[in-house]
């Protein structure tokens, strides 16, 4: 199993951003997935999750701004992250999760390396 988050940078505020996660190794499809952030001393956040039927769940600090998707055919998903501000500076993971969860870290056992988004000035 193999997560491999890209897209990740130095944004300025209000710029955009799009974070992409490619997945092998287990049946993609029949998945959900998220976007969780962990900035160094704070637990880890969801962000946004994306069900296998499409259905999506977005972190209040997400909602109007941020955008889950997914294509089954190329196993990948993505978050599209606009009006950025500084406070969304944070790695970014991608996880998957075999199970109906909600944006709970522990329900996802499958994980990404992280990538690295700043928002700065």
């Known amino acids: 199993v193999q997560l491999v988050e890209s897209g990740g940078g130095l944004v300025q505020p209000g710029g955009s951003l799009r974070l992409s996660c490619a997945a092998s190794?287990?049946?993609?499809?029949?998945?959900?997935l998220a976007w969780f952030r962990q900035v160094p001393g704070k637990e880890r956040e969801g962000v946004a999750r994306i069900d296998y039927e499409g259905a999506t769940e977005y972190a209040d600090s997400a909602k109007g701004r941020f955008t889950i998707s997914r294509d089954n055919a190329k196993n990948s998903f993505f978050l599209q992250m606009n009006s950025l501000k500084p406070e969304d500076t944070a790695m970014y993971y991608c996880a998957a999760t075999p199970y109906s969860a909600q944006l709970y870290p522990d329900m996802y056992n499958h994980w990404g390396q992280g990538t690295q988004v700043t928002v700065s000035s």
């Open positions: 190794g287990f049946n993609f499809r029949l998945y959900g």
